[in-house]
């Protein structure tokens, strides 16, 4: 018996029968026309008009508001159209259209059983090398010169000024609830790498739930120290994405029994976009 219910999100409706075949939900994102086979982000409760900004925590959204009740109590993923969860670190050179439905991950095995959720394995921030720093964070490090010499000082939340704006992780932190505030702030200004690509595997809608219950409020508060309509750039127009990725490591790392799985990488649009023109 399947363990494992995985919706797999992506941008163009041609990319159904794929997703299907790979024993996955398809989930379409954005304003094209997805027919009613799709699950989407755009009915019910939801706040699909944000998806430039939020990336695929709209559909998380519908999910929390629409749907958290009919999903069983079995392991739940999220992969995307290039993105995906596997059992062995594939190099992206070894995958392609006709490999990938063996290589991507289908059932939970028996030995994760005493584990909570899964996530991908950790990209970490400070291993560039100083000169690139350099060249996009000098203003960061003529105030904090100890960053040129000290690779334990670049933690997350300095990745996050270089990336999305100086303070501006910091800044969204003051507006957590008190649960989450002080040990968040903890982490990012610790941990020099996180779970990366907003994906992971719960094991318990419950857990998903208290997770749902304790992003969004808090996105929602960013919204009105952020905005939308004067966010420059796509580090800053997907910030409600990459903040929510930060946290996403956090939480399921404080809250659950955790261990990690590779992510391959293959952009199904190469070869299924070609063929649909």
Same mark, same amino acid.
């Given at each position: 018996?399947?363990?494992?219910?995985?919706?797999?999100?992506?941008?163009?409706?041609?990319?159904?029968?794929?997703?299907?075949?790979?024993?996955?939900?398809?989930?379409?994102?954005?304003?094209?026309?997805?027919?009613?086979?799709?699950?989407?982000?755009?009915?019910?409760?939801?706040?699909?008009?944000?998806?430039?900004?939020?990336?695929?925590?709209?559909?998380?959204?519908?999910?929390?508001?629409?749907?958290?009740?009919?999903?069983?109590?079995?392991?739940?993923?999220?992969?995307?159209?290039?993105?995906?969860?596997?059992?062995?670190?594939?190099?992206?050179?070894? $995958?392609?259209?006709?490999?990938?439905?063996?290589?991507?991950?289908?059932?939970?095995?028996?030995?994760?059983?005493?584990?909570?959720?899964?996530?991908?394995?950790?990209?970490?921030?400070?291993?560039?090398?100083?000169?690139?720093?350099?060249?996009?964070?000098?203003?960061?490090?003529?105030?904090?010169?100890?960053?040129?010499?000290?690779?334990?000082?670049?933690?997350?939340?300095?990745?996050?000024?270089?990336?999305?704006?100086?303070?501006?992780?910091?800044?969204?932190?003051?507006?957590?609830?008190?649960?989450?505030?002080?040990?968040?702030?903890?982490?990012?200004?610790?941990?020099?790498?996180?779970?990366?690509?907003?994906?992971?595997?719960?094991?318990?809608?419950?857990?998903?739930?208290?997770?749902?219950?304790?992003?969004?409020?808090?996105?929602?508060?960013?919204?009105?120290?952020?905005?939308?309509?004067?966010?420059?750039?796509?580090?800053?127009?997907?910030?409600?994405?990459?903040?929510?990725?930060?946290?996403?490591?956090?939480?399921?790392?404080?809250?659950?029994?955790?261990?990690?799985?590779?992510?391959?990488?293959?952009?199904?649009?190469?070869?299924?976009?070609?063929?649909? $023109?």
């Amino acid at each position: 018996m399947k363990n494992l219910k995985m919706f797999c999100t992506t941008l163009e409706p041609n990319h159904y029968e794929f997703i299907k075949k790979l024993g996955y939900i398809p989930v379409g994102l954005g304003e094209k026309d997805f027919n009613n086979n799709w699950f989407k982000d755009n009915s019910g409760i939801n706040i699909s008009k944000k998806n430039k900004n939020y990336g695929e925590y709209t559909y998380h959204y519908w999910i929390w508001k629409n749907y958290l009740d009919k999903l069983d109590d079995k392991w739940i993923g999220f992969c995307q159209y290039r993105k995906f969860w596997s059992m062995k670190d594939y190099n992206t050179k070894n $995958t392609n259209i006709d490999s990938i439905n063996n290589q991507v991950l289908k059932q939970i095995p028996k030995e994760f059983e005493n584990y909570e959720s899964i996530l991908g394995e950790a990209m970490f921030v400070n291993q560039w090398r100083t000169m690139k720093f350099l060249k996009k964070a000098m203003k960061i490090f003529m105030k904090r010169p100890i960053l040129i010499l000290n690779k334990k000082k670049r933690n997350l939340n300095f990745h996050f000024d270089l990336m999305h704006g100086e303070n501006n992780l910091n800044n969204a932190i003051n507006l957590l609830d008190e649960e989450n505030k002080n040990d968040f702030r903890k982490f990012v200004n610790k941990e020099v790498s996180f779970n990366p690509h907003n994906m992971f595997i719960c094991k318990s809608k419950v857990k998903l739930k208290k997770y749902y219950e304790a992003l969004f409020p808090w996105l929602e508060k960013c919204e009105k120290l952020f905005g939308f309509e004067n966010l420059k750039g796509y580090g800053n127009i997907r910030i409600y994405g990459f903040l929510a990725e930060r946290f996403m490591s956090y939480w399921f790392k404080k809250n659950t029994k955790h261990t990690t799985l590779p992510i391959i990488f293959y952009d199904i649009r190469k070869d299924l976009n070609k063929t649909s $023109t």
